[in-house]
């Protein structure tokens, strides 16, 4: 799936299952909270943190998948082209950090 495709499946099942979009406003704060669930999975899979048992049910593709969800319902409701913005977002990077990340000597082996 592409993202284009991703954000017109999300846009089509918003529209019907979900009836419509949260307010842009609510959805930042989804997203946050979205992302925390990353973090927590992350912390007790990579990190020190222990696990409870609520925490083995969680899968860190599905809370990735939950915080592209919520990624693409914003960037859906503010009129933006996730495609687009990506590709630009590229060719920044490729001329802000052309040299910048070879020359950082604690990225060195």
Same mark, same amino acid.
């Given at each position: 799936?592409?993202?284009?495709?991703?954000?017109?499946?999300?846009?089509?099942?918003?529209?019907?299952? %979900?009836?419509?979009?949260?307010? $842009?406003?609510?959805?930042?704060?989804? =997203?946050?909270? +979205?992302?925390?669930? #990353?973090?927590? *999975?992350?912390?007790?899979?990579? %990190?020190?943190?222990?696990?409870? $048992?609520?925490?083995?049910?969680?899968? =860190?593709?599905? +809370?990735?998948?939950? #915080?592209?969800? *919520?990624?693409?319902?914003?960037?859906?409701?503010?009129?933006?082209?996730?495609?687009?913005?990506?590709?630009?977002?590229?060719?920044?990077?490729?001329?802000?950090?052309?040299?910048?990340?070879?020359?950082?000597?604690?990225?060195?082996?």
């Amino acid at each position: 799936m592409t993202i284009q495709e991703a954000q017109e499946k999300i846009d089509s099942w918003i529209n019907t299952t %979900g009836v419509r979009y949260f307010s $842009e406003l609510t959805n930042m704060a989804i =997203l946050t909270e +979205e992302v925390g669930e #990353v973090a927590r *999975v992350m912390a007790r899979k990579y %990190g020190d943190q222990s696990s409870k $048992e609520s925490d083995t049910k969680k899968l =860190l593709a599905d +809370e990735l998948a939950d #915080v592209m969800w *919520v990624l693409l319902c914003i960037a859906n409701q503010t009129g933006i082209d996730m495609t687009v913005a990506l590709e630009k977002n590229f060719e920044k990077k490729n001329i802000r950090d052309a040299q910048r990340h070879h020359n950082n000597p604690k990225l060195k082996p």
